[in-house]
Structures are given as structure tokens and as C-alpha cells.
């Protein structure tokens, strides 16, 4: 079985570290024989969550017609997906907040097509150089595996990285890697 990986992005910055470990792990698990799709969330018009209820009434996930909606294909198709974001006040970037929130629409009675992700992992980057100031968005993202059922492939964090580049004088390409390794091949049956 041939796994699609979704790799969500939350950067706005085009280039920058979190976008190169993104790239880093996107081609890595390619020659591993996985199906991989890249949205950047910080370049699509995605409204705030309402918390107006009326998801689906539309033929769509978010009542709204914005980007989501669009988003919502590649994540109906998604057997695994990835958040790569960088640390913005010991949280995840609006951007890509943004489009964890809609996720929502998914948990709701009426979902006619829930989602048929089972696996996921997360890699977040930063300039606070204490990995002790990335335990809030880790909890954050294992509270979201813990509520959908996802088995947790791994975390990431890269602390002390400010201008962009600085992912690769570090060597935390290699982590990626490590990272890619949780990974089982395409073929291979997840337990």
C-alpha cells in the first residue's frame, strides 16, 4: 500500500528554516516510496474558525468558501500528515493555526468523509535556544494525536535557528533523517 503523506507547512517565510526541513523531510521520504504533498498554509487565504456549526452544509467542510475548502482534498487523501512550523510565542504560527482549527469540521456528526489519517509527526524550529520554551507546542501537538487517534511518529525540535540556513550549519538535516526513519516503507505494514 502506497502511503500519501501530507506535509503542512506554516512558514510565511519562503526559504527559511522550517521550509528547508520541510523540503528536507519531503524528499526523503519520497525515496522511501511515499506519495507526498506540501501545502503551505501561509500562502492561502484560510478565515479563522467561526464556531458557527455549520460545517458541511454546503457540500464542503467549512460553511465559508475559502482556501480550506481547497486544503480539504489533500487532506481527505492523506494517510499521514506532517505540521512543520516555526515557533511563534511558544505556539504555532497563525498560519498554519489557521488550518489546524478547521480541522474541526472533521470531528463533527455530520462528516460525511472523515478523515483517514492515522499516522502524523511534527517538527517545529526556532530562535529560542532552550528546547525547555518548545514543551507547549509539543503538548499542543501530542494533545491533537491524543484526540484523533494518530500514532505519534515523532517530534522534531530545532532550537537556536534564526536566520534562514541556519538548519544546515547545525546538521539538523541528519534529524530529519532520524526523523524520515519512524517511517515505515511504503510497503510495509504500520502496527
Not at 119 to 130: K, L, Q, R, W
Not at 160 to 175: A, C, F, M, P, S
Request: aromatic share 12%.
Amino acid at each position: 500500500m502506497n502511503k500519501n503523506i501530507l506535509v503542512v507547512t506554516g512558514s510565511p517565510r519562503k526559504g527559511g528554516n522550517s521550509d528547508i526541513l520541510a523540503d528536507s523531510f519531503i524528499t526523503q521520504v519520497q525515496e522511501r516510496g511515499f506519495s507526498v504533498q506540501k501545502y503551505e498554509a501561509a500562502f492561502h487565504n484560510i478565515l479563522p474558525c467561526k464556531a458557527c456549526n455549520a460545517c458541511w452544509s454546503k457540500d464542503h467542510p467549512c460553511f465559508f468558501n475559502d482556501d480550506f475548502n481547497v486544503f480539504s482534498t489533500m487532506l481527505e487523501a492523506a494517510d499521514v500528515i506532517v505540521f512543520v512550523t516555526p515557533l511563534y510565542w511558544y505556539g504555532f504560527s497563525a498560519q498554519i493555526k489557521l488550518a489546524i482549527d478547521k480541522f474541526y469540521a472533521y470531528e463533527v456528526p455530520q462528516c460525511p468523509k472523515p478523515l483517514k489519517i492515522k499516522e502524523s509527526a511534527f517538527i517545529v524550529c526556532g530562535s529560542n535556544p532552550s528546547e525547555q520554551g518548545y514543551q507547549g507546542i509539543i503538548q499542543s501537538y501530542k494533545d491533537i494525536c491524543a484526540f484523533t487517534g494518530w500514532k505519534n511518529r515523532g517530534v522534531l525540535v530545532v532550537p537556536g535557528v534564526t536566520e534562514k540556513g541556519d538548519v544546515r550549519k547545525k546538521n539538523y538535516l541528519e534529524k530529519v533523517k532520524k526523523l524520515c526513519d519512524n517511517f515505515k516503507s511504503s510497503t510495509e505494514e504500520v502496527e
